[in-house]
């Protein structure tokens, strides 16, 4: 059974910073692209970012471009978001997810497995 479990969210003030981790059981993903994606009250899940299968390349959505950093290791199975400046208006839930394929993609659709999410409040 496939699980993705994803720690590191809690209570920041602004302009403070956080690292996400989310650890993959159940089977090896080395071979798919892994992403992050946010979901505030209120509003739309949206994609953060996500890394190809090769750990090299990542792919940021705009809204939190350029203060997040997405890196993965496989042997741990794990992928990480660290996240700078954070913002009061980066406060959401926050998952990972295995995209079915090796390029991380924005379409929640085409991702295999999802993670319970873990709370990223941002106090101002």
């Known amino acids: 059974q496939v699980q993705l479990v994803e720690s590191g969210g809690g209570l920041v003030q602004t302009g403070g910073s956080l690292r996400l981790s989310c650890a993959a059981s159940g089977r090896t993903f080395s071979s798919n692209a892994m992403a992050w994606f946010r979901q505030a009250p209120g509003k739309e899940r949206e994609f953060v970012g996500g890394i190809f299968w090769d750990g090299i390349h990542t792919k940021y959505g705009d809204s939190m471009k350029g203060r997040v950093t997405i890196s993965r290791d496989n042997a741990k199975n794990t992928v990480y978001l660290q996240m700078n400046s954070l913002k009061p208006e980066d406060t959401a839930v926050y998952y990972c997810?295995?995209?079915?394929?090796?390029?991380?993609?924005?379409?929640?659709?085409?991702?295999?497995?999802w993670g319970q999410g873990t709370q990223v409040t941002v106090s101002s």
């Open positions: 997810a295995v995209d079915r394929g090796t390029i991380p993609r924005i379409d929640e659709g085409a991702y295999a497995y």
